[in-house]
C-alpha cells in the first residue's frame, strides 16, 4: 500500500520536472539552456521508466531505460562538441 502511494507521488513530481525541462527546451534563450533541458529531460525519462518498473513490480521498463540513458548522453556529447567546435567529427 505504502509502495503504491510513494510511487506515485514520485510520478507526479518527475512529471512536473519534465514540464518544465521542456518549458526550457522550448523557451530557452539560448542553445546551451535547450541543451541542458534535452540532457535533464533523458534524465527523467529513465527515472520515470524505472519508478513504473518499481511500481508494476516488472523489468521490462529497464531495458528501455538503459538505451534512453544511452542515447541521451551520447547526444549530449555530441551536441556539445559541435557547440564547442562547429563539429561533431573531427577531420584531420
Known amino acids: 500500500m505504502l509502495i503504491n502511494v ?3 507521488f514520485a510520478l507526479v513530481v518527475i512529471t512536473i520536472c519534465l514540464g518544465f525541462c521542456l518549458y526550457r527546451l ?3 534563450p539560448s542553445f546551451p539552456d535547450r541543451l541542458v533541458a534535452s540532457d535533464t529531460i533523458s534524465t527523467n525519462t529513465v527515472a520515470f521508466l524505472i519508478v513504473l518498473s518499481i511500481k508494476y513490480t516488472t523489468q521490462v521498463f529497464f531495458d528501455a531505460a538503459l538505451v534512453i540513458a ?3 548522453f551520447l547526444s ?3 551536441m556539445s562538441k559541435f ?3 562547429g563539429s561533431v567529427f573531427d577531420r584531420d
Do not use: C
Request: charged share 0%; proline share 0%; net charge neutral.
Open 76 to 78: 549530449t556529447v555530441a
Open 70 to 72: 544511452i542515447l541521451g
Open 83 to 85: 557547440l564547442i567546435g
Open 6 to 8: 510513494v510511487t506515485n
Open 26 to 28: 522550448i523557451i530557452g
